[in-house]
């Protein structure tokens, strides 16, 4: 059964850190999203790549956050240095894109800055 | 993007049939309209999409008039398990953005 990876689940840091988000997307897709869910903001949108190339990040926070495709079976998200107002639930979606098909989505990484 | 406008929650009983309505006035000719589902603690998980008229499967119908300004997602009979929030986008190129969805609470 096929499904998007993201590691870790869970991550509690201190403010200043470094955080790194990994994501395996669902092999053979060639797009991947990237977004960050809070109960304040629902679901934004912070990046998206296709065939490894970056589409649009103009979600993210440029001076902090980084997305990168180190190469087609993963996708990192990093946030350096870490902040209490980074702290929600970031989720990794995967899709083969035509604008017919679906995408799926990672089980998340709920991050917490203290 | 187009932006799409749906009720902020709803509620439901067991066995009954629920209608969420998404209104998109400036969809564009190569838009499709897209329905995901999310239950606490998971990702969204896509339910159904359509262009015009009428889309159905195991899950859901999907309902689009001539005019493409709404659409209309359709539950038959949900159980408590449907309790979730429902998302509608209006998506041509790829990008997925979500709004505030529907949170659906369904009762015994």
């Known amino acids: 059964d096929a499904r998007v990876t993201q590691t870790p689940r869970h991550k509690v840091t201190e403010m200043g850190q470094e955080v790194t988000m990994r994501c395996q997307p669902i092999?053979?897709?060639?797009?991947v999203f990237w977004y960050r869910q809070t109960m304040m903001q629902g679901l934004e949108l912070l990046a998206y790549f296709r065939n490894r190339a970056p589409l649009d990040d103009s979600g993210m926070p440029k001076d902090r956050f980084s997305a990168e495709m180190p190469d087609a079976t993963l996708a990192t998200l990093k946030i350096q240095p870490s902040e209490p107002r980074d702290s929600a639930v970031y989720f990794c979606?995967?899709?083969?894109?035509?604008?017919?098909?679906?995408?799926?989505f990672g089980q998340g990484t709920r991050l917490t800055v203290v | 993007l187009a932006k799409t406008t749906q009720p902020i929650s709803m509620d439901s009983y067991e066995g009954q049939e629920v209608n969420i309505t998404c209104s998109h006035n400036?969809?564009?000719?190569?838009?499709?309209i897209t329905w995901y589902q999310q239950f606490p603690s998971q990702g969204p998980r896509f339910i159904i999409q359509g262009y015009k008229t009428k889309v159905t499967n195991e899950v859901a119908s999907l309902f689009i008039p001539a005019d493409r300004k709404s659409s209309t997602l359709s539950l038959p009979r949900v159980s408590l398990s449907d309790t979730a929030v429902y998302y509608c986008?209006?998506?041509?190129?790829?990008?997925?953005?979500f709004g505030q969805g529907t949170t659906l609470q369904v009762k015994p």
């Open positions: 986008l209006a998506r041509n190129t790829g990008k997925l953005i």
């Open positions: 979606a995967s899709g083969a894109f035509s604008r017919h098909t679906e995408a799926f």
């Open positions: 092999l053979g897709h060639n797009t």
């Open positions: 400036n969809i564009a000719t190569n838009d499709y």
